[in-house]
């Protein structure tokens, strides 16, 4: 088993920035793909970005292209997500989740490990 707990969320204005960091507790030897999902009412689960084991492949949505950076410091069993330039629209509970592969998944149900969630929230 893996815990994932996730940490940096709060309140800002258009246009700041915030880092998310997942930190991972366990079974951290296995080897795992990991993803920043958000959520928002009254829409599905997104995946906002993802990165492999290795750092090596990277993956964003569109929509924070440019804006968000995913990395991983795997000494210190932990992701961030450094988001800049938030707009309002990047509201949600952003959660942290692992893969048992080390790959890059696009969809939430190919995830097998989940944090609780941040609460991050933009004002305009």
């Known amino acids: 088993q893996v815990q994932l707990v996730e940490f940096g969320g709060g309140l800002v204005q258009t246009g700041g920035s915030l880092r998310l960091s997942c930190a991972a507790s366990g079974r951290t030897s296995l080897s795992n793909g990991m993803g920043w999902f958000r959520q928002s009412p009254g829409k599905e689960r997104e995946l906002v970005a993802a990165i492999s084991w290795s750092g090596g492949s990277t993956y964003y949505v569109d929509s924070v292209k440019g804006r968000f950076t995913i990395s991983r410091d795997n000494t210190k069993h932990t992701v961030y997500v450094q988001m800049n330039s938030l707009k309002p629209e990047d509201t949600a509970v952003y959660f942290c989740?692992?893969?048992?592969?080390?790959?890059?998944?696009?969809?939430?149900?190919?995830?097998?490990?989940w944090g609780q969630g941040t609460q991050v929230t933009v004002s305009s």
């Open positions: 989740a692992a893969r048992r592969d080390i790959g890059i998944s696009y969809t939430a149900r190919e995830y097998d490990y």
